[in-house]
T-cell receptor, first 113, second 113 residues
């Protein structure tokens, strides 16, 4: 089945230790998103790619970076995680603007110790 | 800038009862509107979407929503709730011409047996 896959599902990292979260899709969608969702809050858009074009949200901290080496994969790099970065990180994809974020992955729950 | 408000943080209904979850948006033009459902620890699943045409849209799992421009609302409804509908529901708005989608703060639905 075509889907959005996130690895790992659970990630524990130490304060200040770089971490990378992975997202892959078999849908061949043009657009890939990264959202941060803290407990009991709405998902917050960090950035998205349209093909290779990177679109950063104005309030996304510089600590968060992303890479999209090809259509299928997108990575979220947190250069120096702080305790406040503990959250669920959701990857999503879409093909058309009218699709919205039609396909979400299951998320990676990041814990910072 | 577009925004979306979900006035009800928690809603409790009895199984078999009808359900209406409220969503109000702020946007100058006709927005793209979406409803998502999220089970605990999972990603979001798209229930339905509106971007033009018939203002009453049908979605998956027996849900429907009605776009009312005069009230800037896009309320989600279901005639008879099942225990498996207990989850968190998010309304989202997208600005036409962009891939940016903003989520409301969510409504947590509890279903009593």
């Amino acid at each position: 089945d075509a889907m959005v896959i996130q690895n790992p599902r659970y990630q524990v990292t130490q304060f200040g230790k770089p971490v990378t979260l992975s997202c892959s899709q078999t849908l061949n969608h043009n657009v890939m998103y990264w959202y941060q969702q803290k407990s009991s809050q709405a998902p917050k858009l960090l950035f998205h790619y349209y093909d290779k074009d990177f679109n950063n949200e104005a309030d996304t901290p510089d600590n968060f970076q992303s890479r999209r080496p090809n259509t299928s994969f997108c990575f979220l790099d947190i250069r120096s995680p702080g305790l406040g970065d503990a959250a669920m990180y959701l990857c999503a994809t879409s093909r058309l603007r009218t699709d919205g974020c039609g396909d979400f992955g299951p998320g990676t729950r990041l814990t910072v110790t | 800038a577009q925004s979306v408000t979900q006035p009800d943080i928690h809603i409790t209904v009895s199984e078999g009862a009808s359900l209406e979850l409220r969503c109000n948006y702020s946007y100058g033009a006709t927005p793209y509107l979406f409803w998502y459902v999220q089970s605990p620890g999972q990603g979001l699943q798209l229930l339905l979407k509106y971007f033009s045409g018939d203002t009453l849209v049908q979605g998956i799992k027996g849900f429907e929503a009605e776009f009312k421009r005069s009230q800037s609302s896009f309320n989600l409804r279901k005639p008879s709730v099942h225990w498996s509908d207990a989850a968190e529901y998010f309304c989202a708005v997208g600005a036409s011409g962009t891939y940016k989608y903003i989520f409301g703060t969510g409504t947590r639905l509890k279903v009593l047996a």
